[in-house]
């Protein structure tokens, strides 16, 4: 009997462990599928798309200062294996960052803890609490280091500290971090600050292990742990950061201004509180083993709560958003262990389980309808490709303002034959008054209010008041395009 509730259990795993990943890749591929876009989300895609056109023309280590290639070389790689061109390749690859961080999230959740764990952790951060916003503001360097990368490196770290097999975590470790310090700039920040810190908590647990309650030098630690992380997002102005660690903790950042609501709006209340709770966890769980695991994963997420509280750094909001990391496991450790806790208390266990459904519901609503809607940080958008094959097939020359940009990488042949001209939206004024303009093409984002609100736009106005007259009008969920031709 207990072979046969084994083998119901573990084929309960398996399907919801199938069940997660399954609707984690159709939700994140859903938008790209339906919609066919052309280029990935967020403004930072066209820095990186220069980096990669550099590296592919003068293939160096690390050709820049301010930005590690890691990515660009995975784009180039993907680019020469699939055939197609750069933006094509990550406008697919973000969603599969997406799904390989809550892959590397289960993985490490899975081997620190239980299985129990790595599913709960598994099915909060895949499903509610995933770091999207980075993903399409375009910070693929991020989601590749800080969600695909650090929970393996982490991993084998936590293997180096508690498993026999030393030489192949540590192998591991080492490749996993030169790809960390290839990849982001920010990440290796972190990385390093978690790296730091637990080593030193860990290797003064074994140093005092038989003199002190492990226990007591735990709590002594973690708080000295917090002191060290503060001095090292400080730049290691240890004797000008002597000030009020709790002060310091809980102010509130200046640039973005993150209250707790902020954290849990961003990656889902129950995740972020769950989160804190899997601290109390660390000291008192009921996971007797695992102490490594615990202060590594544990000092992961005060490092990123520190450094989202961090207003010298040029992004503190994204730290708190990466927060989402540690905290799905170590609020599905907090589940697990308040759920043993309750034992022989049935209608408490059937409450504490629908509490986490109700709370974590709207969260992944909000973000399946997010990813199955057209993606409103795609810059170059239908719109776009509708008007860029009417140049394409016009004998006319176009004058174009867009807003944003790509224009001038996916009309690059056109603006270097002659056939577009891009311009600033200032400009139009300017161009309206010259004879030879043959189209010229305005953008105009569409509002609730639209077309009403089209007078309001001055870009629109000022062809309508030149006497010319929209002859195409090209639209999406994200852009309207107005085409006024004198010819």
């Given at each position: 009997?207990?072979?046969?509730?084994?083998?119901?259990?573990?084929?309960?795993?398996?399907?919801?462990?199938?069940?997660?990943?399954?609707?984690?890749?159709?939700?994140?591929?859903?938008?790209?599928?339906?919609?066919?876009?052309?280029?990935?989300?967020?403004?930072?895609?066209?820095?990186?798309?220069?980096?990669?056109?550099?590296?592919?023309?003068?293939?160096?280590?690390?050709?820049?200062?301010?930005?590690?290639?890691?990515?660009?070389?995975?784009?180039?790689?993907?680019?020469?294996?699939?055939?197609?061109?750069?933006?094509?390749?990550?406008?697919?690859?973000?969603?599969?960052?997406?799904?390989?961080?809550?892959?590397?999230?289960?993985?490490?959740?899975?081997?620190?803890?239980?299985?129990?764990?790595?599913?709960?952790?598994?099915?909060?951060?895949?499903?509610?609490?995933?770091?999207?916003?980075?993903?399409?503001?375009?910070?693929?360097?991020?989601?590749?280091?800080?969600?695909?990368?650090?929970?393996?490196?982490?991993?084998?770290?936590?293997?180096?500290?508690?498993?026999?097999?030393?030489?192949?975590?540590?192998?591991?470790?080492?490749?996993?971090?030169?790809?960390?310090?290839?990849?982001?700039?920010?990440?290796?920040?972190?990385?390093?600050?978690?790296?730091?810190?637990?080593?030193?908590?860990?290797?003064?647990?074994?140093?005092?292990?038989?003199?002190?309650?492990?226990?007591?030098?735990?709590?002594?630690?973690?708080?000295?742990?917090?002191?060290?992380?503060?001095?090292?997002?400080?730049?290691?102005?240890?004797?000008?950061?002597?000030?009020?660690?709790?002060?310091?903790?809980?102010?509130?950042?200046?640039?973005?201004?993150?209250?707790?609501?902020?954290?849990?709006?961003?990656?889902?209340?129950?995740?972020?509180?769950?989160?804190?709770?899997?601290?109390?966890?660390?000291?008192?769980?009921?996971?007797?083993?695992?102490?490594?695991?615990?202060?590594?994963?544990?000092?992961?997420?005060?490092?990123?709560?520190?450094?989202?509280?961090?207003?010298?750094?040029?992004?503190?909001?994204?730290?708190?958003?990466?927060?989402?990391?540690?905290?799905?496991?170590?609020?599905?450790?907090?589940?697990?262990?308040?759920?043993?806790?309750?034992?022989?208390?049935?209608?408490?266990?059937?409450t504490l389980v629908i509490a986490i459904l109700l709370s974590v519901l709207p969260f992944m609503r909000q973000r399946i309808n997010h990813l199955a809607s057209y993606e409103p940080m795609i810059r170059f958008s239908s719109a776009d490709k509708m008007l860029l094959d009417q140049i394409r097939t016009s004998p006319n020359k176009f004058v174009l303002a867009p807003k944003v940009g790509f224009w001038d990488i996916e009309a690059r042949k056109e603006v270097a034959n002659g056939q577009v001209r891009l311009i600033k939206p200032e400009e139009v004024k300017t161009y309206l008054k010259l004879s030879q303009l043959e189209c010229l093409a305005v953008s105009l984002y569409p509002t609730n209010s639209w077309p009403e609100s089209l007078s309001d736009d001055t870009d629109y106005q000022l062809?309508?008041?030149?006497?010319?007259?929209?002859?195409?009008?090209?639209?999406?969920?994200?852009?309207?395009?107005?085409?006024?031709?004198?010819?």
């Open positions: 009997m207990k072979k046969l509730a084994s083998i119901i259990r573990s084929r309960w795993f398996l399907i919801g462990t199938v069940g997660i990943f399954a609707v984690t890749v159709v939700s994140s591929y859903w938008g790209v599928m339906k919609f066919g876009y052309v280029v990935p989300p967020g403004d930072d895609i066209i820095p990186h798309w220069h980096i990669i056109q550099y590296l592919m023309a003068k293939p160096t280590i690390w050709p820049f200062d301010s930005y590690p290639p890691g990515l660009h070389y995975l784009v180039i790689g993907l680019t020469y294996l699939s055939g197609k061109e750069a933006l094509i390749v990550m406008a697919y690859l973000w969603p599969g960052l997406l799904v390989l961080s809550s892959l590397s999230v289960y993985w490490l959740a899975t081997k620190a803890f239980s299985k129990k764990v790595g599913l709960i952790a598994f099915a909060l951060y895949a499903l509610a609490a995933s770091p999207l916003q980075t993903a399409t503001d375009g910070g693929l360097p991020n989601v590749l280091a800080t969600g695909v990368i650090m929970p393996i490196s982490l991993l084998c770290w936590i293997g180096i500290w508690s498993e026999k097999n030393k030489l192949a975590y540590s192998v591991g470790f080492i490749i996993s971090s030169i790809l960390i310090i290839l990849t982001h700039h920010l990440s290796t920040l972190v990385w390093l600050s978690v790296i730091a810190v637990s080593g030193v908590i860990l290797a003064s647990i074994r140093v005092f292990r038989a003199k002190v309650s492990q226990r007591v030098w735990l709590i002594v630690l973690v708080v000295a742990s917090l002191a060290a992380i503060y001095g090292l997002f400080e730049r290691l102005e240890v004797f000008h950061q002597a000030r009020s660690l709790l002060l310091v903790s809980l102010r509130p950042a200046e640039s973005p201004n993150w209250q707790a609501i902020d954290y849990s709006r961003s990656f889902s209340g129950v995740v972020f509180q769950f989160g804190l709770l899997g601290l109390i966890a660390i000291v008192w769980s009921r996971f007797r083993p695992n102490l490594t695991a615990k202060i590594v994963i544990g000092t992961w997420l005060l490092v990123y709560f520190t450094g989202s509280r961090q207003t010298w750094l040029i992004e503190p909001g994204r730290l708190a958003r990466d927060m989402a990391l540690p905290a799905s496991i170590l609020a599905g450790l907090a589940i697990i262990d308040f759920y043993r806790f309750l034992k022989g208390y049935k209608l408490l266990r059937i062809a309508v008041g030149a006497g010319l007259i929209p002859k195409l009008t090209l639209a999406d969920p994200n852009k309207i395009w107005y085409v006024f031709c004198t010819q």
